[in-house]
């Protein structure tokens, strides 16, 4: 069976800074899009930053400058480094392969959440 598991999160201070991991297992991630989300208390759910499988990054306007998303195929695992962290910030993250449309699912992590607080 497929699996991503998240880690890294935790409690931070303002300013501070994490870095999240995404474990894939069950499945080789080198041709899928991957991705992060978050969602909030009483929030829908957004996306964070994604990467091709060619390496092509996209942020959401409200992190870009602040987070990097990476992957590291040979190890099977995504990354999200977060610098100069607020407490807007705060949020579960969430994992994601995104699937071929009629041929392969998408999946979810269980999610790691991140909180910053003062």
């Known amino acids: 069976q497929v699996q991503l598991v998240e880690s890294g999160g935790g409690l931070v201070q303002p300013g501070g800074s994490l870095r999240l991991s995404c474990a894939a297992s069950?499945?080789?991630?080198?041709?899928?899009?991957m991705g992060w989300h978050r969602q909030a208390p009483g929030k829908q759910r957004e996306l964070v930053a994604h990467i091709t499988s060619a390496g092509i990054t996209n942020y959401a306007d409200s992190v870009k400058g602040r987070f990097t998303i990476s992957r590291d195929n040979s190890k099977n695992t995504v990354y999200l480094q977060m610098n100069s962290l607020k407490t807007d910030d705060t949020a579960g993250y969430y994992c994601?392969?995104?699937?071929?449309?009629?041929?392969?699912?998408?999946?979810w992590g269980q999610g790691t959440q991140v909180t910053v607080s003062s």
């Open positions: 994601n392969l995104d699937g071929i449309p009629w041929a392969a699912p998408s999946y």
């Open positions: 069950g499945i080789h991630i080198n041709f899928y899009r």
